[in-house]
Structure formats: C-alpha cells, structure tokens
C-alpha cells in the first residue's frame, strides 16, 4: 500500500446529521450540523463546531446550551435546507413544531424521535470556528424507539432510528447493513 500524504485535510467521515437547536430572539432556531462528536459515554459529553456567523451559535453563546434533534432520513429535504439558510434571514420555527426543554433557552424539535438536551461545560474558538463541549442533560427519546429489559431501558437499533450520514463529497446517506457484533469480531483474529 502506498499512501500519499494530502496534508491538514478533514478525510474522517461519515457524520451522523443532528439538527443543533437554540433560542434565539426569542424563537426557536436549528441548524443543520455534520460537526458533532461523541467525547465520552459516561459521562454522557459530546462536542460541536459551529462557524461563527450562524443564527443558532447567538442562542448557544447566551445560554450555555443547546438541543441536539436526531432527524431520521425521511427529514432530509428539512435537514438540507436547514443548513442552506439561516435564521437571519428565514423563520425557521414557522416551519416546525418545539417544545421548550428542561434547561432554559433549549428548545426540542418535536419531529425528531432524539432529542438531546447538552449543558456547555467548556469551549474554545479555532479560527472562527467555535467548538462546545457540552454534557448531556437530560435525552429525550420517543417512546416507539424504546424497549425495557430486565428493568433497564434500552434505546432502539440504528437502522430502526434510521440516521442521515454524510460525507464530504457533499453526499447522504443511509446506515448499511450491520457487519458484526462487538467481542465477536476480535475473537476471530486470535481463535
Ligand atoms: C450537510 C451540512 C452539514 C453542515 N455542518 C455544519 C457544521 O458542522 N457546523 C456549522 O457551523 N455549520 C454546518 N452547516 C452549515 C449550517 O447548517 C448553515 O450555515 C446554516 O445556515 C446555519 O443556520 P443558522 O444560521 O440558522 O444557525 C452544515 C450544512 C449542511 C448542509
């Protein structure tokens, strides 16, 4: 294998497509976001990357708080055109139903089965890209997508939750069939 070295560029794909909501001016606020990423199960903390000039980052910056709404692939038109226009200029919460979360200034997106509400516990600005580091508040998870075992609940199977991926060929795409189970697979390298 001979590798070429292409230098400092973004090459870590799929991201799984949240909606990152917000409230700002008093109304609720979404915008489509690629740039989110687990940092740590449990705790439960993620990080996101929103470009400074974006509606929603005002809502972020003033509450120290945001909603992430997992939309399934059925939402694509809405996530698209979530991420071509911004709040500055078109009243996104016209075009859908919230509800106002737990914590203040976090409103939830009701046609999302997810919905996530993170508390920032740390940021930082990288050029002009602010990242947020945020713990996970309380989650929100339609009832359809959850099954109790032995008094434990459990959230549903991705195929079932039916998650929009992206890739930096500007495409989207769906989740592909499962190719193993986690243990199994280490186990056939050194059986
Ligand atoms: C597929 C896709 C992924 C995006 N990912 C991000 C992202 O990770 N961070 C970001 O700041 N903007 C991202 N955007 C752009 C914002 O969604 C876009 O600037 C939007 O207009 C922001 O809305 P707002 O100004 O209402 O906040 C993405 C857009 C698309 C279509």
Redesign the pocket.
Known sequence: MAKRRLGGVQCFYP?P?VL?G?M?EGRA????????AIMGIRPAVVA????E??????GILEAKAFSINIPTTKQLPL??Y???????D?D?SALVESTPGTLPGVPLLDACAVSLECRVIEECVVEH?HIFIAEIAEAHVDERFISETDGRLRMAALRELDPIL?TLD?T?HSVGKPIGTGGEEAAKLVA
């Open positions: 991201a497509m990152i917000a700002v606020n979404y915008a489509t976001v690629g740039d989110c996101i990357s929103l470009g000039a974006g509606f929603t980052i005002r996530v698209d979530f991420g071509s226009v911004s709040g500055k078109v996104k890209r992206y500007n989207y």
